[in-house]
């Protein structure tokens, strides 16, 4: 099984940036479907941001779209978030999670029952 560590994360002042990493170790992620997620405390986790395997397709939530963009570099099984123009109500602890499934099934937090870590974002204003 894979197991994924997030960093990244930290302190910034609204309109910052911070770029986060997902990071696979014990097998390659490589026909994985990822995304990110975030959870406020007594919050649902939501998603931010899927892509699929290859990277040719991805997805954004509304509230993202055109300040959040995901990568990955299959070669250093490690996939990106880029987050540009944060805004307090960005904050939250980050996760990473994937699956050998569909960016249709991975977009959805809920399709995922076993969560790691995390990485705290905390934005400022």
């Known amino acids: 099984q894979v197991q994924l560590v997030e960093s990244g994360g930290g302190l910034v002042q609204a309109g910052g940036s911070l770029r986060l990493s997902c990071t696979a170790s014990g097998r390659t992620f490589n026909n994985y479907a990822m995304g990110w997620f975030r959870q406020a405390p007594g919050k649902e986790r939501e998603t931010v941001a899927a892509i699929d395997w290859i990277g040719g397709t991805t997805y954004y939530a509304a509230s993202v779209k055109g300040r959040f963009t995901i990568s990955r570099d299959n070669a250093k099984n490690t996939v990106y978030l880029q987050m540009n123009s944060l805004k307090p109500e960005d904050t939250g602890v980050y996760y990473c999670?994937?699956?050998?499934?569909?960016?249709?099934?991975?977009?959805?937090?809920?399709?995922?029952?076993?969560w790691g870590q995390g990485t705290q974002v905390t934005v400022s204003s």
């Open positions: 999670n994937g699956a050998p499934a569909s960016i249709t099934y991975v977009r959805a937090a809920s399709y995922f029952d076993s």
